[in-house]
Every structure is written in C-alpha cells, then in structure tokens.
C-alpha cells in the first residue's frame, strides 16, 4: 500500500462499515451474482452506474465506456451483453448516455489523435445523420444536448440488432432494451421512450 494510500484506507473504512452492519455481508455477496439488469453507460467519472439508481452490489451488471457506445465489433461489449442476457438472464438491458458528455462534444471539433479519434468517429456519424435538426437549433449547448439523446437512439438500436438479442426475442424471452439519459445538473434520469421488447411495440417493458 505504499502508492495510493488514502484509497486503500477508504476501502478499508468502508469494508469495516458494511460488515458492521452486516457480519454475512461479504459471504452473502459472493453468491449474489442475479442481476436483473445490464447497464451500458459511459465511463464519466460523474455518472455512477450503481449510485444513480439506488442498487446494491450484484444488482446491476455495467459495461461502460466512452460514450456509452455499443458496436457489435466490439468482442468485450458482445462478451458482456451475451453474459448478461444468455448467462445472469437479465430483464432489462438499459443504455444510459448524459448530457455534457465530452465523447459526444468532441464530435463537434477537429481531429483528434489516434486511438480516441477512431471512437468519437461514432459519434461524428450519429452527427451527420441528423446534421438537419442539430444545424437547426439554435446554439452550441441545445446541439450537444441533443447529439447525447441521439447517441443514446443509436446505440440502443445497435443492441437490438444484435443476435444476442434477436434470438432472445424470437425464442419468446421477455427481455426489454431501453434508451435513457442522466443530467448531470440535477442527478435525474429521463426516460427517452425508447424501451422495446422486440413485439414491434414502445413502452416501458415488463420485469
């Protein structure tokens, strides 16, 4: 522990303090691996995956990166979402961007050097096919704002795509994808109506 000292000492304190509250808490934990829920979110520091919806370790599985983005080329998104659906059955995979995301500001500037500049490439696309409405609103903050929800539409059509969840879908399994976006001005999530469960229909989907 010579290097990071005072992080060592947090999870020491706070390690102490769940066992005072439970002495099974660790032991019960170490069999708890049911989450009912996937989370890809992004890998802001602000944006605390477990934190935000009030869950406990072994409740929500996360995968997060910058941006929140799901690419099926991507092996370790695959990886996780095949894990979450085939392995821990989750009911509901969630993919959470926010506003003042800085991936998604980035692809409203220059060229950025290699390898970040081949993944605000994703958000550069998602820019240009919308580049009617966002050049339609009337400054900086609103198109940065709205990119964030646009991004978000992307990539949950990007996992429903997938045949992870396709064949999920088709085999009967009640398994719902949903769009939403956290502000990081005041700690709320807003669901975009965006949630599917493959039946053709939009809602908020069955647990």
């Known amino acids: 522990m010579r290097h990071l000292p005072e992080?060592?000492?947090?999870?020491?304190a706070w390690a102490a303090g769940r066992v005072a509250e439970d002495p099974a808490y660790f032991r019960r934990l170490c069999g708890l691996q049911a989450p009912r829920y996937l989370w890809i979110g992004c890998a802001d520091s602000r944006v605390p995956a477990n934190q935000?919806?009030?869950?406990e370790p072994g409740e929500l599985f996360v995968h997060r990166n910058v941006g929140n983005v799901f690419d099926p080329a991507d092996a370790n998104a695959m990886s996780v979402l095949q894990y979450a659906v085939e392995a821990l059955d989750v009911a509901h995979v969630i993919v959470c961007g926010h506003y003042e995301c800085g991936g998604v500001q980035a692809a409203f500037g220059g060229a950025l050097k290699p390898p970040l500049e081949g993944w605000i490439d994703y958000f550069r696309r998602v820019r240009e096919a919308h580049r009617r409405e966002l050049d339609a609103l009337p400054g900086h903050e609103e198109r940065w704002r709205r990119l964030c929800e646009l991004n978000v539409a992307a990539q949950v059509a990007s996992v429903c795509r997938t045949d992870v969840v396709t064949s999920m879908w088709a085999r009967g399994k009640r398994l719902t994808v949903h769009g939403w976006i956290y502000d990081l001005t005041d700690g709320l999530l807003r669901d975009l109506?965006?949630?599917?469960?493959?039946?053709?229909?939009?809602?908020s989907g069955g647990a």
Do not use: E
């Open 7 to 12: 992080l060592f000492a947090n999870n020491r």
């Open 52 to 55: 935000i919806v009030g869950l």
């Open 193 to 203: 109506d965006l949630s599917t469960d493959g039946s053709g229909s939009r809602g």
